[in-house]
Structure formats: C-alpha cells, structure tokens
C-alpha cells in the first residue's frame, strides 16, 4: 500500500530511520548494567535495566513509526 502520488515510487530513506540504531547498540554496551547494584525492588541492575532497554526499543520504534508516515 502506497500513498501519495502514484507514479513515485515509495522511499524509506528518512533520516528518522538512522534512530533506530539506538536500541539495537544500547544493549550492546555491557559497561552500563554489568554491575549487581543498584537492586530496583531486590532485582539486580542487568534485569531491570534490559526490561528499560526494551521499552527504549518500543518507544523509539513508535516515534520513527509515527514520524516516517
């Protein structure tokens, strides 16, 4: 499903979409949760801070969703 004119081919080459890169590194960089402290509700770091890694995916993903449509 195209929009817009349908004699131009649709691109997907919006600067927006170089965000996506964010959430695909950040887990990567294991300097920032290979700790035990701080413990978030006796969780140590690494689980509570993957369950923050994931919800950066998902709103960074919405954003270039909804700034690329």
Known sequence: MTTGDPG???????PWNWLLIVPI???????????DEPRLFGFPL?????IAFI??????TTLVYRMTK
């Not at 690494?46 to 993957?50: M, T």
């Open 8 to 14: 131009q081919p649709r691109t997907d080459r919006s």
């Open 25 to 35: 590194v950040l887990p990567l960089l294991t300097f920032l949760y290979n700790f």
């Open 46 to 50: 690494f689980y509570w801070l993957q």
């Open 55 to 60: 919800i950066v995916g998902v709103g960074t």
